[in-house]
């Protein structure tokens, strides 16, 4: 492979894919300073090392990449090495725009060919990754490669083809991504520790089964059998179990508005919120509230 | 028909179950709240959500199978794991999360205190080991470290306790989990003066006391009515998870004793009197005013082998831990009785009974070259087991042992069950079917409700249909290993601490580069 750049608006190659802002490969062979310095973009930044070894700062934390990683960088996330260090070895790179929403979360555009949910839900993970590298993923590389070499040769349904393998890299990402938490496949116990902690940092979201799933690794069927089997209830009701515990808590503080407390821990509506909590516990929220302010 | 209820505040959850009046089993369910561990030595559980798991739980288990089938549930008694602390405003409100058995962070008050004058008197008082465990030593720490939330306290409960509270608006606590506080005194059945001030706390700081059969006052009436249970529903405020496991079992009086294997372990023995050690091994923990249940805690049970499980098993369908656990158990039947001379010390989590040291750590010991993978997986199993024993050898010095029964999700793995029985060279019951510590519950209520006259006689009519019997032969096999297991673990007393302090010293903050460099 020899090494190139293409960028959008300057590279032809690019035409047809407004939504691929970069791509490249470099082979460095010598150390060279004030050549990686460290930017922050709109874009998702995805770098896979052929070879050598890279000292890299991703959101200020340093990291090391070895042949096979790949570090994601995501949107607003600031990335380069210090003093612009670039040591010696080669690997690829692509830039890509993302749609955003308005509450901070990112979609994968119109040209991609993943449904409505699992494009909301990748975008979801994207942006919860917690580690932006991901070891030994060849296969990144691999797909990289493949859009390099469709994007030159122009051959019949390359469009098609090229956006294809866009969005096979994102689903091989998030696969990646949930596998590389602790011990594929071993730790259950501590793979459900994590996904609740994951809950609790955005009880607000409406949660399906899938993200749940999806964060985990596993299939629905499977991660609904899984679920309910360690932990006695289904997802979505295990769910509930958090909401309603959260919500008891805010309650108890007098400065936090019954409709406020019910859209924060993920309810539809305080209708929603009041039925459940009732149906729970026997009393109205705001009853509960009243009872245990008795001495304020 | 009249029922009982029993709900088993656990460590990893709660379980409910549903008795008819003959101890037979209508019904159980189980629903799990989470640890959480935001710093090193930290473990604590949320009031709330183990609130709302057991009324969700209950609410279930009654809709389920206790109304459609016009079952009046007559008594619901409660169980729970001890040592746990949680500190309530004045208006019964959480002031943050409950401080559980497992938590470490009062261990340097735990070293400073053990070996004093007064560590010995307040043990001798008390029962309950000087340990970070002891919620005595929970509270002091509050007191130096967290002064807002020592001041804004107006009771220290325990989970139990609040769970209780909620569900009745009643501040009690029973003699069992009273005993394992380090507060109360054993021998009086009243808060030991001497523990309150080390505390800095007074008496009005916690809940009432009463004894295991205790009526806890009347459902409110919201609870009445979400779970569909009368007024007249007897609330029996019950006792702990390691006394009623004690009971359920039937052990009670001479010559008995019990093993529980869980994810942790313990050996425990009832009797009228308390031990009295001068090593101060064993706790002594009140389950009513003439009886003790007296033993040994290891930390090093199941959750040992699951940690081996993980890191060397085979993982063929994913998540599944019991398929990769129970084939390395069949590769372990088949490596000769004491692992061909290979040892494990399994004190990945420190020790309790009966070193006492934190700093213990795990070891391989013995390795030979035609050891093979296998001979690891046995000599791991033994070591978690040498370990019982030991705690069962120092018992034994107190009290005879002649049967032992076992229970537990590890012990009753009948391979394991099988190594108990040859290792304490004693025949070993167990009932397969469901929790001792349920049963116990059942039998304390059951004897409130006069169904029984005592629970000597409950616990009289305790049948483990299922038997163990030792092999003479692989006894004195173990019997040999053990020798060294035993000196191994008294001798590297030093080179533990070193170790472990060394581990200390050298391992920096997890971070992203750290994380990293071991897949170099």
Redesign the interface.
Same mark, same amino acid.
């Given at each position: 492979m020899t090494p190139f750049s293409l960028q959008h608006g300057k590279s032809p190659e690019l035409r047809l894919f407004p939504h691929l802002l970069e791509l490249g490969m470099k082979k460095n062979g010598a150390m060279q300073l004030d050549t990686f310095p460290a930017t922050v973009t709109e874009c998702i930044r995805i770098y896979y090392i052929i070879e050598g070894k890279f000292e890299w700062r991703i959101n200020h934390?340093?990291?090391?990449l070895?042949p096979g990683d790949v570090a994601l960088i995501l949107p607003g996330i600031s990335f380069g090495s210090d003093n612009g260090v670039l040591e010696i070895g080669a690997f690829t790179w692509m830039h890509l725009d993302m749609q955003k929403l308005d509450n901070g979360h990112i979609l994968p555009g119109k040209w991609s060919g993943l449904s409505d949910t699992e494009s909301a839900t990748i975008g979801k993970m994207l942006s919860m990754n917690s580690?932006?590298?991901l070891?030994?993923f060849s296969e990144a590389g691999k797909i990289l490669k493949c859009i390099h070499t469709e994007l030159l040769a122009h051959e019949i349904g390359y469009q098609t083809r090229i956006n294809h393998q866009v969005d096979e890299l994102l689903i091989k990402m998030i696969r990646h991504m949930t596998q590389q938490v602790v011990?594929?496949?071993?730790?259950?116990p501590q793979?459900f520790?994590r996904l609740?902690e994951l809950l609790r940092q955005d009880l607000s979201h409406q949660w399906t089964v899938e993200e749940m799933a999806a964060l985990v690794g596993?299939g629905t069927t $499977?991660f609904t059998e899984?679920v309910k089997s360690?932990?006695?209830?289904s997802p979505i #009701?295990?769910l509930i179990?958090?909401r309603?515990?959260?919500a008891?808590?805010l309650l108890?503080r007098p400065d936090i508005s019954v409709t406020d407390i019910a859209l924060d821990t993920g309810f539809y509506s305080s209708q929603h919120f009041a039925t459940t909590f009732?149906? $729970?516990?026997?009393?109205r929220p705001s009853?509960f509230r009243k009872n245990?302010?008795? #001495?304020? | 028909m009249k029922c009982i209820v029993t709900i088993e505040l656990g460590t990893n959850g709660v379980r409910i179950f549903a008795f008819d009046l003959g101890g037979r089993v209508i019904a159980s369910m189980k629903g799990y709240y989470p640890s959480f561990h935001t710093e090193p030595d930290r473990t604590e559980q949320d009031p709330e959500q183990i609130f709302i798991t057991t009324l969700y739980v209950m609410k279930n288990l009654l809709n389920e199978h206790i109304h459609p089938k016009k079952y009046q549930v007559a008594c619901v008694c409660f169980s729970a794991a001890m040592h746990s602390v949680l500190a309530v405003d004045k208006n019964g409100n959480p002031l943050g999360n409950a401080i559980t058995w497992s938590d470490n962070r009062a261990k340097k008050e735990a070293q400073e205190l053990r070996n004093t004058a007064l560590g010995r008197s307040l043990y001798a008082a008390t029962g309950t080991p000087i340990h970070p465990m002891s919620p005595m030593l929970k509270i002091a720490w509050i007191r130096r470290y967290d002064k807002e939330r020592f001041r804004q306290t107006s009771k220290f409960l325990s989970i139990k306790s609040y769970i209780i509270q909620q569900l009745t608006g009643e501040y009690l606590m029973d003699y069992s989990i009273a005993s394992a506080t380090g507060l109360l005194n054993i021998h009086t059945l009243t808060w030991e003066a001497d523990a309150l001030k080390y505390a800095g706390i007074s008496a009005t700081h916690l809940p009432g006391l009463g004894p295991i059969f205790a009526n806890a006052g009347k459902l409110k009436k919201a609870y009445q009515q979400s779970l569909g249970l009368p007024p007249v529903t007897k609330i029996l405020i019950g006792s702990s998870d390691g006394c009623l496991a004690t009971l359920g079992d039937g052990v009670k009086g001479e010559g008995k004793a019990t093993i529980t294997i869980e994810d942790s372990g313990a050996v425990r023995v009832m009797g009228p009197a308390v031990l009295k050690d001068e090593q101060m091994r064993f706790f002594n923990y009140v389950l009513t005013e003439d009886s003790y249940v007296s033993g040994g805690p290891t930390n090093n049970g199941g959750n040992i082998f699951e940690w081996f499980t993980r890191q060397f098993g085979d993982f063929t369908n994913p998540f599944d831990i019991e398929h990769s656990m129970q084939q390395l158990i069949e590769e372990a039947s088949k490596v000769p009785v004491g692992a061909d001379g290979l040892l494990f010390l399994p004190y990945l989590l420190g020790e309790r009974a009966p070193l006492w040291n934190a700093n213990a750590r795990g070891a391989y010991f013995g390795l030979n070259i035609k050891h093979e993978r296998r001979h690891f997986v046995r000599a791991a199993i033994e070591g978690i087991l040498y370990e019982i024993y030991s705690i069962g050898k120092t018992l034994s010095e107190q009290r005879n042992i002649s049967s032992l029964s076992v229970n537990g999700s590890f012990g009753t793995i009948p391979f394991c069950t099988q190594l108990i029985a040859d290792m304490f060279n004693r025949p070993v019951h167990l009932r397969r079917k469901f929790h001792s510590v349920s049963y116990g519950a059942w039998l304390l209520s059951a004897t409130e409700m006069g169904i029984y006259d005592s629970l000597d006689q409950a616990a009289r009519t305790v049948e483990l249909p299922d038997v163990y019997k030792p092999n003479k032969q692989h006894h004195a096999v173990y019997a040999d290993y053990f020798s060294v297991f035993e000196k191994l673990s008294a001798k590297l007393s030093d080179e533990f601490e070193l170790i472990s302090n060394l581990q200390q010293k050298h391992t920096v903050a997890k971070t992203p580069v750290k994380q990293k460099t071991k897949l170099i």
């Open positions: 934390q340093p990291y090391f070895y580690t932006p590298v070891s030994r011990h594929p496949g071993r730790d259950f793979t520790m609740e596993l $499977l899984k360690y932990s006695g209830f #009701n295990y179990n958090i309603i515990s959260e008891i808590k108890k009732k149906k $729970l516990t026997g009393y009853e245990h302010l008795r #001495n304020e | -």
